[in-house]
């Protein structure tokens, strides 16, 4: 099951936002019938999804293929966070309809955050598509495509309060046998002003924390070494069994809860060989048990992502992110009393947001420079209808300022991630190896504790394996060492 699907192919695009990858499903024969390609865009959660999806389908009569050329259903896994991103999927079906006029029985479906932000508008705008899903509803995919065979087209963006999929084992789709996420949560109760998530993955809710530590075992037994716990916001993860998750509990109400501190703690113990991350912490939610219970366990890793958006607490309160500049730096403060100077943290940025006044774009630079970052995903603010930034605020920060806004944001990032990776050299690093680096098969690569890459002679060492690299030279990527 686990080599199934691998990275086929990963296309990055830098255009003055972060790269942005497509993950594309690759070729499995378990003797099923028809062909299904899946293309997946946005952020891991989407990933995640994709692996749920190929599942569902597998037992419902599809493999998985890499050729879109061979597929009798085509999906678009999609991402609404900036107006690019539905351009891209908007590109790509153009595309795509190219295909169809060849092989008019194609399927052609829109899944996630896009699918559930316009719905069946979707079908009216973009012609060629015959299915489009939200992500609450991939159980129903199997009865979807039955409709569509049926001559129908077929909608359904029924959003959860329950849904966690947390029974379906996930069909691995970019595996190099070693990493993987685990789902723990989904949907955000956040309402950052400029963000269409809550939208379009609807409300929080936490899966079962028996579950979690299952896959994880089994994760383990099958070779993996690394975990990687996702959320939109993993710091609120709270279970309930009295509640059974169907309604977050009263602050003072006694019952058997589990934290996130404590879901964390459960996978850790699996075993210390299994490595665990997480993502994405929110500033004002990520709580000191968390960072005590990262200090206690050596296999959970030091590496924090805790995007700052802004630097300017007037900017920070429009988003409506729930902590000023100054707790931001508490927070920053607590995380290296109890971590330590070598735990990573790592942010995201958006420049230009509505009304941001030059001497404010200043404020995310300077706050930049105390903390330095290790690492940050960095983006110019892109109004999405519905979200209260669109209805309250007006986008009145012009697109060349805010991309010089960005350009003085990533240039002072590449300085940081520089500076941050310096520090390495001259160290011993313990490195998980993932696979050979991108350039020669004589390389190693795999990342230390802190998320950084590590490339390192081969040598006799294996993927998989835990290898003590001495770093010795670094650029503001990549750390180049040899096995000590
Ligand atoms: N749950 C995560 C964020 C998920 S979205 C968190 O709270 O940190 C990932 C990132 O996309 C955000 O952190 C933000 O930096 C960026 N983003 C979200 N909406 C955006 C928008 N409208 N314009 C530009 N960037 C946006
Ligand atoms: Fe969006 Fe805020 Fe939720 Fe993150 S925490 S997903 S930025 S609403
Ligand atoms: Fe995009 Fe949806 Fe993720 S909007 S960033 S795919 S949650």
Redesign the pocket.
């Known amino acids: 099951m686990d080599n199934l699907i691998s990275e086929l192919e990963i296309l990055k695009e830098q255009d003055g936002e972060a790269c942005e990858t497509v993950h594309v499903s690759k070729d499995s024969s378990t003797g099923n019938s028809r062909k299904l390609y899946i293309e997946s865009y946005g952020?891991q959660m989407n990933f995640s999804d994709s692996e749920i999806v190929a599942s569902i389908l597998q037992k419902n009569g599809f493999d998985t293929t890499s050729d879109i050329n061979e597929a009798d259903v085509i999906f678009l896994n999609t991402c609404s966070?900036?107006e690019k991103a539905e351009t891209t999927v908007r590109h790509r079906l153009m595309h795509i309809n190219g295909l169809k006029k060849h092989k008019p029985e194609m399927l052609v479906g829109v899944l996630g955050c896009m699918a559930e932000r316009l719905k069946s508008k979707l079908l009216e705008e973009e012609k060629i598509v015959d299915l489009v899903a939200g992500p609450d509803a991939y159980r129903d995919l199997p009865n979807l495509i039955s409709q569509v065979d049926d001559g129908a087209r077929a909608v359904n963006t029924f959003l959860s309060r329950e849904e966690t999929y947390a029974d379906i084992s996930p069909v691995r789709l970019n595996s190099n046998g070693v990493t993987a996420f685990i789902s723990i949560m989904r949907g955000?109760d956040?309402m950052?002003s400029?963000?269409?998530?809550p939208f379009t993955r609807g409300r929080e809710r936490s899966r079962d924390p028996h579950s979690v530590v299952a896959e994880a075992r089994q994760l383990f037994e099958n070779g993996y070494r690394e975990v990687t716990l996702l959320g939109?916001?993993v710091d609120s993860y709270k279970w309930s069994a009295a509640e059974n998750n169907k309604a977050r509990l009263e602050k003072n109400q006694v019952s058997e809860v589990t934290t996130f501190a404590e879901l964390l703690e459960q996978v850790a113990l699996v075993h210390p060989d299994l490595r665990v991350r997480f993502a994405?912490s929110?500033p004002k939610d990520i709580t000191d048990d968390v960072l005590h219970t990262m200090a206690r366990h050596e296999n959970i890793c030091k590496c924090i992502h805790l995007?700052l958006?802004s630097g300017n607490s007037r900017i920070l309160e429009l988003m409506d992110r729930g902590y000023t500049r100054e707790w931001y730096m508490s927070k920053v403060q607590k995380i290296r009393e109890i971590l330590g100077e070598d735990c990573a943290i790592t942010s995201?940025?958006?420049a230009g947001f509505c009304s941001e006044t030059e001497e404010e774009h200043q404020d995310t630079l300077t706050l930049m420079d105390l903390v330095k970052y290790d690492y940050a995903?960095m983006?110019?603010?892109?109004?999405?209808p519905g979200t209260v930034a669109a209805k309250k605020y007006k986008d009145d920060i012009s697109d060349s300022t805010k991309k010089t806004r960005l350009e003085e944001i990533i240039k002072k990032q590449r300085e940081h991630s520089l500076i941050r990776n310096q520090t390495d050299v001259g160290k011993v690093h313990k490195v998980l190896a993932e696979g050979f680096s991108r350039r020669s098969a004589d390389f190693l690569q795999g990342r230390n504790s802190a998320n950084k890459v590590i490339v390192f002679p081969k040598e006799h060492y294996q993927k998989g394996q835990y290898v003590n690299v001495l770093v010795e030279d670094c650029t503001g990527g990549t750390l180049v060492g040899k096995a000590v």
């Open positions: 952020c966070i900036r955000c956040n950052c400029f963000c269409v998530v939109q916001n994405t929110h995007p958006q995201d940025m958006i995903y983006f110019f603010y892109s109004e999405r």
